[in-house]
């Protein structure tokens, strides 16, 4: 077992993240919970037939899916602790995907304004990405995260034995995220990563902690995303407004999904405003597009819905960019022209 510790400034508090195997039985070796009066389990309708993490708590069990990640499922995780009467000193365990650690710890950080969060991510997605960070949220008025808190969990504990049973399309979506983190800082990271996407138990579990170092370090330079943390929304400002449309649909993308999307249409962004050279390019673009297959997009709704995006200032469309394989650049303003004719190639 490997313990990470997330650097910080002094203003956040320091949280520990395990990774290894058959981590979700030795709860109480990892984390002091000695000091809690109640602890509520939230997971969803899936992780909660799977795991058991055997601790004396309460239970709540939530729909799935991104449609789900609403004030409806916060409502409800905020009436089961009224209902356990559930006091400051009442710690809230999340056991799921992406979509449980967000809105989970966004219920959390409202109640009596803020109860301690553990982080048990279940997605290979929430342990590289979601659970880390501090960042909570949920989906509103059809715009991605648009309201959410920042809170830090207590800790992270990463058991790689529990993707054992995700499907192999949950599997390939939390790719997206670690391909990310390679091509936004580390392009030795990058190059170890193929894109078969096929990895050996201890392949995989190498480079779930580089993703959560990577992320972690971001993370400590900038808690609040003033700055630097923005590099992680490479792939993210098309790629929430593609996500966002898809939920209109029965069948809708899977968040790494839309993210695998929105990486290669920001990827020719970054080339076509010059500032990525094409060799760059060339090798970033191929490698996406072995894994994702194409998709129609509707630029024109497309665009409409970044102009919404929170992560615009003064109106403008502002990007995360790449200026070199393993080197991103935040708060690059595009042209609309570029944007279009990056989404229209995709069309073609
Ligand atoms: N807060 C952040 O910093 C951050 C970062 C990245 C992504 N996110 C958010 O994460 C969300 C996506 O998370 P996700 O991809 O984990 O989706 P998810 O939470 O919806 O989980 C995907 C599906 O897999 C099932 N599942 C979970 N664990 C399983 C397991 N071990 N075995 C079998 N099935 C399992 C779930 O029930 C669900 O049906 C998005 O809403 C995205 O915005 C947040
Ligand atoms: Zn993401």
Excluded: W
Aim: positive net charge; aromatic residues 6%.
């Amino acid at each position: 077992m490997k313990k990470l510790i997330i650097p910080t400034r002094r203003t956040v508090k320091e949280y520990p993240i395990f990774i290894g195997r058959a981590l979700i039985g030795k709860i109480p070796k990892l984390i002091d919970l000695a000091g809690y009066s109640q602890i509520l389990i939230v997971s969803d309708e899936n992780t909660s037939k799977l795991f058991n993490l055997k601790l004396e708590a309460s239970h709540i069990s939530l729909p799935s899916g991104e449609n789900h990640k609403n004030f409806q499922s916060v409502e409800l995780i905020l009436n089961k602790l009224h209902d356990m009467k559930a006091d400051r000193k009442t710690l809230v365990v999340n056991l799921g995907g992406g979509n449980i650690c967000d809105t989970s710890s966004f219920a959390a950080s409202i109640y009596m304004r803020g109860l301690d969060v553990l982080q048990i991510p279940t997605t290979l997605l929430a342990q590289v990405d979601a659970s880390i960070g501090g960042k909570t949220g949920i989906n509103f008025a059809g715009v991605k995260n648009l309201v959410g808190t920042f809170k830090n969990p207590i800790g992270v504990i990463i058991d790689v034995d529990l993707l054992k049973t995700l499907p192999e399309r949950e599997y390939l979506s939390g790719f997206a995220e670690i391909i990310k983190h390679g091509l936004i800082f580390d392009k030795k990271y990058f190059s170890t990563l193929r894109s078969t996407l096929k990895f050996s138990d201890s392949e995989l579990e190498k480079i779930i902690e580089r993703s959560c170092q990577i992320k972690a370090k971001i993370v400590a330079a900038d808690p609040q995303e003033k700055n630097v943390r923005k590099i992680l929304n490479f792939g993210h400002t098309i790629g929430h407004a593609i996500e966002a449309l898809s939920l209109e649909n029965p069948k809708p993308l899977l968040h790494g999904e839309a993210i695998f999307l929105g990486m290669i249409v920001e990827n020719r962004i970054s080339y076509i405003s010059g500032l990525l050279n094409k060799k760059d390019f060339l090798i970033i673009d191929g490698f996406l597009r072995k894994i994702v297959k194409p998709v129609q997009l509707d630029t024109e709704r497309i665009l409409k819905k970044i102009l919404f995006d929170k992560k615009n200032e003064s109106g403008r469309i502002n990007f995360t960019l790449l200026k070199a394989l393993g080197r991103a650049i935040y708060n690059m303003e595009v042209d609309e022209k570029i944007i279009i004719e990056a989404l229209n190639y995709e069309n073609n």
